[in-house]
Structures are given as structure tokens and as C-alpha cells.
């Protein structure tokens, strides 16, 4: 999701947290989501993130995402507590029965987007289309600022048409994202076909922002990826560790030239005004 900040709220670095490979949905084209029943999920340690934020002085917009979010057993408390002072954003399938706490007690104005994502088969398939409409629903018609995105998976194609007019009959937009990944040895998203970009709506631009080896990347200087440890590095790609969210993090007065051939969470792109402010800001 490209974040543009019209609305100019003030931040100053973004953490993309990775809270936790758990999902209770299956979908075909996820990479990395764990289904094993026995697998813990760790609570997010409220005090010591707070306390890490603190330290460095900034305003933080954390962006949840996994796996699904909601799974965690405190995580609409830590969403609450974040944003009396931070902002956050949300990655989530958004069928959860904690979603109406979520929208009660959490500030709209500190939520910078909720990424509805919509995943047909699985909405389908475990019988919760419903609910994912009247969470959204009922998030739009409390003024959260959300959207729905689904996945472009080339095998979707054969029923486009039948998910279009599923949304259109529910009254709710929605967009394809570019799948990033591998099928029978090509890789996405440089395979599609001219046919397949057009009937999902994927431009060009959207694609390429996947490929930026040395270009220049703000990674490690006002954007960062988190795991569930809460170890810190300057992106997915990079794996060196520059801190933990529950003990401190070092930011960078320089960002990067991106050293990576694919890229499937560019983050220089993603969020537009850390971006433009990293270039405004001390050298690159
Ligand atoms: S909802 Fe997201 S994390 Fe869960 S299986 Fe689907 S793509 Fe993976
Ligand atoms: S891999 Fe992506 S996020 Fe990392 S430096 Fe390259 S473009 Fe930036």
C-alpha cells in the first residue's frame, strides 16, 4: 500500500512490524504465514516498546502486519497505548470478532489506513464474507480510513469476474496488488503477461518499485522492518540486526543504495512522505 499522507500527519519514522508468521486463513499465494496449531504467540511487550519509542525521541508510525495481527492476544491494548502518541497502520484479513473493540477504543485520527486484505477463497471458503463486510463497514462508517486490496494471483483470473460483482454488490472498491512470489519457476511480479496487468488494473510503475538495486533507499534511516522478537533491521531484504524494539534501536544518519535484485516490501515507495522527508534531511 502507498502511503501519500495527504492529510499531513506528523511522523517521523516508520517501523513495518512483522508481529507474528501465525494466520488462521490458508491462502495459496501466502509466503511465510504459519498454520501450525501448537505455535506461540508471544504478547507484545507494551512497557518496553513504549519505552523504546521514548527513547529515541521520535513519533513513530508503527505498521502491524504478520500474519494476522488480531491474533495477538494484547494487541488492541498495545494499539490503543501506541497511539496516545505515535500513529499506526494495519495489515489485516479483518474478519476478526475483536475488530468492533479495535474500532471503539483505538483513535481514528492516529490510524493512518487499515489495509483490509481481501482474500476471496478464504473468505469463501471459511464462510466469513459477511463479517469481513460488516467490519469494514463498520470501520468506514466510523471515518477510519480503509481500504480493500486483494492479491493478483494470475490463478484468480478465472474468477475476476465473479469477485468483482461479489464487491460491487456489497457497495465496497477495491484494487489488485501485484503478487510477489513464484509459480511453475517464473517469478512475479516481472511474469505477467501483458493481458493479465490489464485485467488486474497493475501498472507498470507499481511493478518496478520492486526493483531498485542501487537506487537509493531510506532504509535504516527513517524506515525499518521488525520481526516477532522485535529485532530491528533497515528492511526485509537486510538482514543486519540495528536494534530491538524492546531494548533500543540506532538510527542511521544515511540510508542505502539498495543492494537487493527483488524487493517485495519496498519501503522507500510505500510510505512516499518518510520518503521525501529522508531526502529533505541530512545527507543519503
Ligand atoms: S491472510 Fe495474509 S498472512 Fe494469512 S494466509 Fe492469507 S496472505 Fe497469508
Ligand atoms: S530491498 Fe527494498 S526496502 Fe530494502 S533497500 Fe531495497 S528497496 Fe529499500
Not at 66 to 74: A, D, H, Q, R, V
Not at 132 to 139: D, G, Q, T
Not at 152 to 174: G, R, S
Not at 239 to 267: M, Q, W
Request: proline share 4%; net charge positive.
Amino acid at each position: 500500500m502507498i502511503f501519500e499522507n495527504k492529510l499531513d500527519k506528523k511522523y517521523d519514522a516508520w517501523i513495518q512490524w512483522n508481529l507474528t508468521s501465525k494466520c488462521n486463513f490458508d491462502c495459496e499465494y501466502c509466503f511465510g504465514h504459519s498454520t501450525e496449531p501448537n505455535q506461540k504467540i508471544s504478547p507484545i511487550k507494551i512497557n518496553e516498546l513504549l519505552k523504546t519509542l521514548s527513547q529515541s525521541k521520535k513519533i513513530f508510525r508503527i505498521g502491524f502486519t504478520g500474519g494476522e495481527p488480531f491474533l495477538i492476544p494484547n494487541f488492541i491494548e498495545a494499539a490503543k497505548r501506541l497511539t496516545e502518541k505515535h500513529f499506526i497502520s494495519l495489515n489485516s484479513h479483518f474478519t476478526s470478532s475483536k475488530v468492533q473493540e479495535f474500532l471503539n477504543v483505538v483513535d481514528k485520527e492516529k490510524v493512518l489506513f487499515i489495509h483490509a486484505s481481501l482474500h476471496f477463497d478464504e473468505l469463501v471458503n471459511k464462510n466469513l464474507f459477511d463479517r469481513y463486510v460488516s467490519n469494514f463497514n463498520e470501520a468506514r462508517n466510523s471515518g477510519f480510513n480503509i481500504y480493500a486490496e486483494a492479491v493478483a494471483y494470475p490463478a484468480a483470473l478465472k474468477k475476476i469476474n465473479e469477485n468483482l460483482q461479489m464487491m460491487k454488490l456489497v457497495n465496497i472498491d477495491f484494487t489488485y496488488a501485484p503478487f510477489f512470489g513464484e509459480i511453475n519457476r517464473k517469478n512475479y511480479p516481472e511474469s505477467y503477461t501483458e493481458l493479465e496487468k490489464s485485467m488486474f488494473g497493475l501498472s507498470d510503475d507499481a511493478i518496478q518499485h520492486h526493483f531498485q538495486k542501487g537506487k537509493f533507499c531510506n532504509a535504516g534511516k527513517n524506515v525499518f522492518a521488525a520481526y516477532s522478537t522485535g529485532k530491528v533491521t533497515p528492511c526485509f531484504q537486510i538482514h543486519e540486526t540495528v536494534g530491538n524494539l524492546y531494548s533500543g534501536i540506532s538510527l542511521s544518519d544515511d540510508g542505502i543504495f539498495c543492494p537487493a535484485k527483488r524487493c517485495g516490501c519496498p519501503l522507500n515507495y510505500y510510505d512516499t512522505y518518510l520518503f521525501k522527508k529522508s531526502l529533505n534531511n541530512g545527507t543519503k
